[in-house]
């Protein structure tokens, strides 16, 4: 068995593969990754294994192949905190999201608090959620 490459198509034809930064596992060998937002949204792709080509004119013999339509984002909804102002420990606020959707959204939402190194904490898969913000430096 000779070497493998990965390709791909979308509708306008040919993707370019080689940019590492979306496709990190490049396009030889049998594993592939695509970045996420690598792929357009709504657009289907075809995704062929194959033997590497052996000269420019050369296709190469597709060992496997999948077709993939790329997610689209959810749209049309909004978020809204109430209060909007409080004090830390002692305020209890609620975050709600509604509104949102796409096609076929199956939407989870997840809330939290920044603690300052961009951790978050505590997640809510609900799209309200009830929490209460942690002691901090005085501003």
Excluded: H, I, N
């Amino acid at each position: 068995a000779g070497a493998l490459e990965w390709a791909a198509w979308d509708r306008e034809g040919p993707v370019d593969l080689s940019d590492m930064f979306r496709y990190p596992l490049g396009v030889t060998g049998a594993r592939f990754k695509a970045e996420p937002g690598s792929l357009s949204p709504g657009v289907t792709y075809t995704f062929a294994l194959r033997d590497a080509p052996a000269s420019p004119s050369d296709e190469g013999t597709v060992r496997a192949w999948f077709e993939v339509e790329a997610a689209v984002p959810p749209s049309g909804g909004e978020c809204s905190l109430s209060p909007t102002a409080g004090d830390a420990l002692a305020t209890e606020f609620t975050v709600s999201c509604a509104g949102f959707g796409g096609p076929g959204a199956q939407l989870s939402y997840e809330f939290g608090v920044d603690d300052g190194s961009g951790v978050l904490s505590g997640g809510f898969p609900l799209a309200t959620a009830s929490l209460r913000l942690p002691a901090g430096p005085a501003v």
